[in-house]
């Protein structure tokens, strides 16, 4: 344009991008029930890792994740671990959003 060549500057254009969907929301009705120790246990970044390990879909890490998880808590085993992990997730973020709201926000598992 006339004026940015004038006046020195460039007008540039940038790619829309888009937001990932959010897992949270992305379940309709979770199929698990899960114990108090078990969402009470981790806090934000733990949240945040389980989504990576969810969005990345590695097989290996999605076993491990679900194992340790199945292993501290004495949750039973039904072989399906990403349903698992998914429905984990979506209880987890519920609990900590629903925290957050009453002013009492977990950022690690390591925070009291």
Known sequence: ????LVAGTWVIQVRKTTLNDDLAFAT???????????????????????????????PTAIATVARTIRDKFSLPDDR??????????????????GRMMLGQRRETKFDA
């Open 28 to 58: 309709q009705a979770p199929r698990r029930i899960f114990p108090e120790p078990a969402l009470r246990h981790y806090g934000i970044l733990e949240l945040q890792t389980l989504e990576r390990v969810l969005r990345e879909e590695e």
């Open 1 to 4: 344009r006339v004026g940015d």
């Open 80 to 97: 399906d671990d990403y349903g698992f992990l998914f429905d984990y997730y979506g209880a987890l973020c519920n609990r900590l959003e």
